[in-house]
């Protein structure tokens, strides 16, 4: 089991424990999370499961790739620690991870 803590818009924190398999989006979707849309579905093609990322969490995963980056920039809540949740593959070494989700999606 691996826990995450979400940081939802309200400010609200929600730790969940799960199994590490899927992305970070499908678990946000599976317990309601807060502002995550996930409109595309996680093929990546849009940026409605932003978040942002704790400095640890980024350290732990590959930098984003060329797809991801170009979404990213899109986005008027785009900062260094900004990764797309669909993109975020759940795997044992991410346990703690950090992921605040921003005010507005899209």
């Not at 809540?77 to 795997?91: D, E, F, G, N, V």
């Not at 044992?92 to 507005?104: F, Q, R, S, T």
């Amino acid at each position: 089991m691996i826990r995450v803590t979400f940081i939802e818009p309200t400010g609200d924190t929600r730790t969940l424990e799960t199994v590490p398999s899927g992305s970070l989006m499908h678990l946000a979707l599976a317990n309601g999370v807060a502002g995550i849309l996930a409109e595309c579905g996680g093929t990546c093609g849009c940026g409605t499961c932003q978040v942002h990322l704790d400095e640890q969490t980024l350290e732990r995963i590959p930098p984003a790739a060329d797809d991801e980056a170009d979404m990213l920039s899109l986005s008027e809540y785009l900062t260094p620690a900004s990764r797309l949740a669909c993109q975020i593959k759940l795997t044992p070494e991410l346990d703690g991870l950090i992921a605040k989700v921003p005010e507005i999606q899209g």
